[in-house]
């Protein structure tokens, strides 16, 4: 009764295509437009939900590219390459979103208190060696990776086509499928040296513990969100929970995906959904 025997003799892992490239796609959005307070489709939950998670991401994406940072030493030119223009477009993503951020305070919301909740979480996992940094990045670019997804297969959550508030988060999505496979590589890289069993473990056990806390955590950003619109109690949960599972039910639909990442051999570009660059690239089509 050997587990990790079955675990090493199980098929190869996926890898990233060889013919992709990592595009730096240098925007900057909303600048000296008025904010809009309930800007996505004029729904409160659905703007509270994404400004929830975009008050994550300055602070969230400083730990990816220093988990990546943290591992590049020796690395395959190839991964090298792929690792600097991952660090360039995550840069961008904080750069605009610490501007989208602003935008949500000037419309009236005060997200002091996420931002407060993000830091000390993220305090606590600097407080752990380099390689928890890394498996925390790896479970949280899934994540990015399978709403991104979701964000261009369905744009209309997003309500207007080509307002500066939707443009943003299209243009994050492309560049997080772009890059999904980046940290993982360096995932494998940092550790060539341990068991498929062991890599296993650890990755799926960190996936489970960051899923309790993101839709924990993003769920309580997003009521504090709603509170300050006056939506508060079983109502504010109710909705809430409808937008997430319900309808569009974003958890529900990227619920197969994430069942994906603990396969023995997964890996992020198994799902090969790079029509959805390609469709961003060509622009909006006019009926």
Known sequence: MNAPTRFDLAPADGKSPADLTLNVRDRRFGRGAVPERWWANGDPVATAWFNALSATFPRGETLFIDAVKAFRDGAPPPLAEDIRAFIRQEVNHTREHLAFNRAAAAAGYDLGRIDARVEWLLGQIYARP??????????????????????????????????????????????????????????????????????????????????????????????????????????????????????????????????????????????????????????????
Request: aromatic share 16%; with cysteine; proline share 4%.
């Open 130 to 287: 380099t390689y928890a940094w890394l498996a925390v990045t790896i479970a949280l670019e899934h994540f990015t990776a399978m709403f991104a997804h979701e964000f261009l297969e369905h744009p209309e959550q997003f309500g207007r086509v080509g307002s500066e508030q939707a443009e943003l988060w299209r243009w994050h999505a492309v560049e997080e499928i772009e890059h999904k496979g980046v940290a993982y590589d360096t995932w494998r890289h940092a550790t060539q040296g341990w068991s498929r069993w062991r890599r296993w473990k650890v990755r799926s056990r960190i996936m489970l513990l960051i899923t309790l806390s993101f839709v924990r955590n993003r769920s309580l950003d997003a009521l504090d969100l709603l509170a300050q619109d006056g939506i508060t109690g079983w109502r504010a949960k109710a909705r809430l929970a409808w937008y997430l599972v319900g309808t569009p039910g974003i958890l529900r639909r990227v619920f197969p995906a994430w069942c994906a990442y603990f396969r023995p051999g997964f890996h992020p570009w198994q799902q090969d959904d790079r029509h959805l660059i390609a469709a961003y690239e060509a622009g909006p089509t006019t009926a």
